[in-house]
Each structure stands twice: as C-alpha cells, then as structure tokens.
C-alpha cells in the first residue's frame, strides 16, 4: 500500500507556500550535510539508499514539521543535546 507523499515522488502541494518552503530548505541544510550530525539526517540518509533521494527529502520534511508542531503545542524549547550523550 502506498501513501500521498510518496506515490507522486515530489512534495505535496496541500498547505502554506512559505512554510512548505521553509520545511524544504531546512530539510536541504540538514540533509546536504551543512551543521552538525543529527538523528534526521541518519533517518534521511538510510531511507534515501532504501528510497531514493526525492522520497527521503519529503519524509524528513514531514517528519520535521511533525517535531516541530509537537514543541510549539507542549512548549518544549529547543536543546541540541542527543539522548546518547544524556545517558
């Protein structure tokens, strides 16, 4: 069974303009390996040798705007900190 974003293999088109692009540049920075190593990009990485690139840019996206709209709801602020180096 194959879901919307990735049977048409490009971003949706539902949604703000700005934000979309936002969400597109952001997944850009993190997947062209500007910045730190992060869970996202090794969740990108490894679904785009298992996907393709195209696929894996829109899930990180959706997966990004899905952590994002979980902290502004609860109020989380932001803290570049891994779980690994928590324990």
């Not at 990009?41 to 829109?58: H, I, N």
């Not at 709801?73 to 803290?79: A, I, Y």
Request: with cysteine.
């Amino acid at each position: 069974m194959r879901f919307y974003p990735l049977a048409g293999d490009r971003p949706p088109k539902a949604g703000d303009v700005e934000v979309r692009s936002a969400l597109f540049l952001a997944t850009n920075t993190i997947m062209n390996g500007r910045g730190q190593p992060s869970s996202l990009r090794s969740f990108g990485a490894g679904l785009a040798r298992r996907t393709g690139r195209k696929r894996a840019m829109v899930a990180v996206a959706r997966k990004l705007a899905v952590v994002l709209h979980a902290m502004w709801t609860d109020g989380t602020l932001f803290c570049n900190v891994e779980k690994e180096a928590l324990a």
